[in-house]
Nanobody, 124 residues
Framework: QVQLVESGGGSVQAGGSLRLSCIASGYISSRNCMGWFRQTPGKEREGVAAIYPGLGYTYYADSVKGRFTISRDNAKNTLDLQMNSLKPEDSAMYYC?????????????????WGQGTQVTVST
């Protein structure tokens, strides 16, 4: 059993930065993906960034490439998302996910465990 707890959300002006963190309890194999997803009311949860630690691969949605950076600290069992140059359209509830199939690390259906989410609001 894996539990995930996110933190770091908040309100920021456009152009600003936030760093989200996810602390995992329980063992997570490096052969599984971990990722960050986001969701706004009435929309599907979408993959934002993911990492496959076993091979050091990272994946990003086109909308966040060059602005967001995902990182994993195996020793601390944490997953971070550094978000820079934030835009109002980045506003959403952000979720940490773990134990994802490496066949598609940005696919929400590939993940077994989810956190409760942390809200990010970007104002103009």
């Amino acid at each position: 059993q894996v539990q995930l707890v996110e933190s770091g959300g908040g309100s920021v002006q456009a152009g600003g930065s936030l760093r989200l963190s996810c602390i995992a309890s329980g063992y997570i194999s490096s052969r599984n993906c971990m990722g960050w997803f986001r969701q706004t009311p009435g929309k599907e949860r979408e993959g934002v960034a993911a990492i496959y630690p076993g091979l050091g691969y990272t994946y990003y949605a086109d909308s966040v490439k060059g602005r967001f950076t995902i990182s994993r600290d195996n020793a601390k069992n944490t997953l971070d998302l550094q978000m820079n140059s934030l835009k109002p359209e980045d506003s959403a509830m952000y979720y940490c996910a773990a134990v994802g199939s490496p066949s598609d690390c940005l696919l929400k259906g590939a993940y077994k465990y989810w956190g409760q989410g942390t809200q990010v609001t970007v104002s103009t």
